[in-house]
């Protein structure tokens, strides 16, 4: 107990101080954490108008030259590369290429040999075909290279086209680190299945799978604090226009470390604090087993007065059931007398025989009345702290014998006694009390008729005693009530004060033993007991 009582008391004091450093830590943190989120956000939103602008204005370029350059001039060589040259002056654009409805490609301007290639089974050309419009994810191709295509559907003549561009992903990746972007922030973009569309040093190759996996729709930017290797960072996302890629922003966090050691004082003030709260919670710690102490020896004086009383109780009550059982055998004694006092009046006696049926009836009385009243006195005697091997099918009888002297004539006790129950380890005294109390509240439970069922067996390493009545069942919400101090279901009509269950709990648990009760309607009611048979360790 004094253990416990200093590890509580060490507890309970590094509980203020542990909340006065997360209060600290905190404090320090939220400003970092506040400047952190601003800049994030910042960059994020400003990256993603810049990719938004780029892809925005692919698109415009296309619908100006859809809507301005018939499909004849777009299908001539010369002219597309005219116009190919045009859009690479602002950068980005790899190539340009017409295609018809079917998929087929009517003419291409640009570096790779793709003249005549079918595009009819492609993604982005079934997208561009349903939609009107379409924004690829960073895909080979025919030409085994990453790339993106930004392509447009428009009508000449009855006929359906697509219009389309290749985009450069390292312009991507150039938008995404311009303007001097922190070193220490990793830029980013995947698609709706977690895999980069933009090459970056520190998150991975292109198309290949994101570590932090998909990322759900949201408006706007998410800021959220996660941890990667063991290390605490943010992570702030931003969904492009059209939902179909999505803008990451990822940078360290400060440890916890690193924000203590930005204010030293707070150091010194935990490293004070931890040499005073264990020193305060040793004494704490002394102070409390000191009043444990006088509270267990308070404890067991009231335990032990509580049994006491109880006890006298019991015996009050077979005091008056003996001086009723004893006069029968004091009114046969006095007529015995009475009748050799006549007898002997005369000379002789004549029938000696008659005589000895007498003397035998007298000291068959005699001997009835003596093992009730030496039953009686043994048991108020014996009480004390003293253990023995207590046979429990004996101490049972005997605690029934001084009952059935007492006259409980009207209800049938049923003995269950297993053979060769082994000794138990216990106080014959204190054991009795508990069978005492236990078959008088049997007893006050089936009336004037009904049985009370005793049982003594082996359980493991110990004995079980079980005290089975058929009478009304305890109710349930004071089922859990019978074992407390001054409860009972007796009624204030009774004359208990229950004290009797709850001493008997503290009695069993003093003996190495347990408790137990069962009721349940239409079965009656059973205390379970269990000693053990070895002696418990002092």
């Known amino acids: 107990m004094r253990w416990q009582s200093l590890v509580a008391s060490i507890a309970l004091g590094l509980i203020p101080l542990a909340m006065l450093a997360v209060v600290g830590l905190r404090a320090l943190q939220r400003a970092s954490d506040a400047q952190a989120r601003d800049a994030m956000t910042a960059l994020v939103l400003g990256r993603r108008s810049t990719v938004e602008l780029l892809l925005d204005e692919k698109l415009r370029q296309l619908r100006v030259i859809a809507t301005s350059v018939p499909v004849a001039q777009l299908t001539d060589l010369d002219h597309l590369q005219t116009l190919l040259r045009s859009m690479q002056q602002n950068g980005g654009i790899v190539d340009l290429g017409v295609i018809d409805e079917q998929g087929q490609q009517l003419a291409y301007a640009g570096p790779y040999p793709l003249a005549h290639r079918n595009y009819r089974d492609t993604p982005w050309f079934r997208k561009v075909m349903r939609e009107g419009a379409c924004q690829s994810d960073v895909f080979l191709g025919y030409r085994n290279v990453p790339h993106v295509v930004v392509a447009i559907k428009t009508r000449d003549q009855g006929h359906d086209y697509v219009l389309r561009v290749t985009i450069d992903i390292d312009l991507l990746g150039t938008l995404l680190r311009q303007d001097g972007a922190e070193s ?235 053979p060769e129950v082994p000794p138990i380890h216990s106080n014959l005294a204190q054991t009795q009390q508990v069978f005492l109390t236990l078959i008088n509240s049997a007893l006050d439970a089936v009336g004037d008729q009904g049985e009370v069922h005793l049982h003594v067996e082996g359980s493991g390493l110990g004995v079980s005693v079980r005290i089975h009545d058929d009478g009304p069942a305890i109710p349930a919400d004071q089922l859990r009530h019978v074992f407390e101090p001054f409860f009972s279901t007796a009624g204030a009509s009774r004359r208990y004060w229950g004290l009797g269950l709850a001493s008997c709990r503290d009695v069993m648990r003093s003996l190495g033993g347990r408790m137990d009760v069962t009721s349940l309607p239409g079965q009656g009611t059973t205390f379970s007991l269990w000693f053990p048979t070895a002696a418990p360790p002092q």
Not at 217 to 226: I, N, Q, Y
Not at 238 to 261: I, K, M, Q, Y
Not at 324 to 347: N, S, V
């Open 184 to 418: 220490a922030v990793e830029l980013f973009i995947l698609n709706r299945a977690g895999e980069f569309q933009t090459q970056t040093s520190l998150a991975g190759r292109v198309m290949a799978k994101a570590a932090i996996g998909r990322v759900s729709p949201h408006p706007g930017v998410r800021l959220v604090a996660t941890e990667r290797h063991g290390r605490r960072e943010y992570l702030a996302t931003a969904w492009l226009r059209g939902d179909s890629w999505v803008l990451v922003a990822r940078r360290g966090a400060d440890s916890h470390w690193a924000t203590f050691e930005s204010q030293p004082a707070i150091l010194w003030v935990l490293a004070l604090l931890l040499v005073t709260v264990p020193v305060a919670g040793v004494l704490m710690a002394r102070l409390r087993a000191r009043q444990l102490r006088e509270l267990e020896a308070y404890h067991a004086t009231q335990v032990e007065a509580a049994a006491q009383g109880d006890k006298m109780g019991t015996l009050c009550r077979m005091a008056a059931s003996v001086a009723h059982e004893l006069r029968g055998p004091l009114a046969t004694i006095g007529d015995e007398l009475g009748q050799l006092g006549a007898l002997l009046d005369h000379a002789y006696v004549r029938d000696v025989e008659d005589v000895r049926n007498r003397l035998d009836r007298i000291g068959t009385q005699v001997e009835r009345s003596r093992r009730v009243t030496h039953g009686l006195v043994a048991f108020s005697r014996r009480f004390g702290p003293e253990k023995e091997l207590v046979n429990v099918g004996a101490a049972l009888d005997e605690a029934l014998g001084l009952l059935e002297s007492g006259g409980t004539p009207s209800v049938r006790l049923v003995r269950h006694y297993a």
